[in-house]
């Protein structure tokens, strides 16, 4: 992970890819807020891809984990409750 070092005023003195052992190093908060942002985008690309496999009978609803459906089918409902309205030629839940 990629990180910062800092000096007594909290001000960046370096910025590496591995870490050292000083206790003034932190995570850099610009690849931290990237990684983030990918996290969030890359999620909805993983949702997208067991309903794929779902669509075309590869994979089982019920083969999950009771862990991973439960979270697959809040994460269904919090979309359908932001967007409640099915439109003409769209497919009932889908979110724009």
């Known amino acids: 992970m990629p990180r910062v070092q800092c000096d007594d005023e909290e001000e960046v003195v370096a910025k590496s890819v591995e870490g050292t052992e000083s206790v003034r190093e ?45 979270k697959l089918m809040q994460r269904r409902a919090l979309r359908k409750a932001l967007n409640p309205l099915t439109l003409l030629g769209g497919v009932e839940g889908d979110v724009i």
Do not use: G, K, M
């Not at 990918?38 to 496999?53: G, M």
């Not at 779902?54 to 862990?67: E, G, H, K, M, V």
């Open 26 to 70: 932190r995570v850099d908060p610009e690849v931290a807020r990237a990684l983030s942002a990918s996290d969030l985008d890359l999620i909805r690309v993983v949702e997208d891809v067991v309903d794929l496999l779902i669509d075309r009978n590869l994979l089982r609803f019920t083969d999950l984990p009771a862990a991973a459906r439960e």
